[in-house]
């Protein structure tokens, strides 16, 4: 499905930030950054252009080939895996910030990687996340079509109980980017430091 929609010539979700990224983005030390299920690029090219060192993961080559041309496009380099996260492994102690912008994934595969999350935030590192919530299959304006891969804040507060949370939130706000998600979203939103 995702090396299909990468494929076309449009970005599927745009050139532009997600918005709550740009929101929060003052939050982020500065340093080496990890996109989760980045896609087509467009939050890891915003970071690099704000001077942060990016890797970006996600599983569709499409994808990934599409986000080193935007980096091109806006002159910035970032770095990037061609791996699906069961296999990826995210190094303990690395990354200065994580951010996972709509990573959904099955549950068991989901805990996992928010344990390798705790793990791999470096002492003062930060999580930086949005998700859909379970609320969102009512607005069907994007995201996943079952209920078992949305997120909610209670369920992301105990998976990441080790971290000392900046900013967490649900709420229905409009969501603009592309042609797949455009309108009003359900969202969980979570900012969170490894102290």
Same mark, same amino acid.
């Given at each position: 499905m995702w090396d299909e929609r990468y494929s076309k010539d449009e970005y599927a979700y745009g050139t532009e930030p997600n918005e709550f990224l740009v929101q929060f983005c003052d939050s982020i030390p500065? +340093? &080496? /950054? =990890?996109? =989760? @299920? *980045? +896609? *087509? +690029?467009?939050?890891?090219v915003y970071l690099a252009e704000q001077g942060y060192h990016v890797l970006a993961v996600d599983a569709s080559r499409p994808g990934i080939e599409k986000a080193q041309r935007l980096a091109s496009m806006k002159n910035v380099h970032i770095d990037t895996v061609v791996e699906d996260l069961k296999e990826f492994q995210i190094e303990e102690g690395e990354f200065d910030a994580i951010?996972?912008? $709509?990573?959904h994934l099955p549950p068991e595969l989901r805990i996992k990687v928010h344990q390798q999350v705790v793990k791999g935030l470096k002492p003062g590192g930060v999580l930086l996340l949005e998700a859909y919530t379970p609320e969102q299959l009512n607005y069907k304006t994007g995201g %996943? %079509?079952? /209920?078992?891969?949305?997120? !909610?804040?209670? !369920?992301?507060l !105990?998976? $990441?109980?080790?971290? &000392? /949370?900046?900013? @967490? &939130? !649900?709420?229905v706000r409009d969501v603009v *980017? +592309?042609?797949?998600h455009t309108g009003s979203g359900a969202v969980v939103q979570l900012v969170a430091v490894k102290e």
């Open positions: 500065k +340093g &080496k /950054v =990890l996109c =989760l @299920a *980045e +896609g *087509e +690029g467009r939050n890891a951010v996972s912008i $709509f990573c %996943p %079509p079952v /209920v078992e891969m949305m997120m !909610q804040l209670d !369920q992301l !105990q998976e $990441f109980k080790e971290l &000392k /949370v900046i900013h @967490a &939130k !649900q709420l *980017e +592309g042609m797949y």
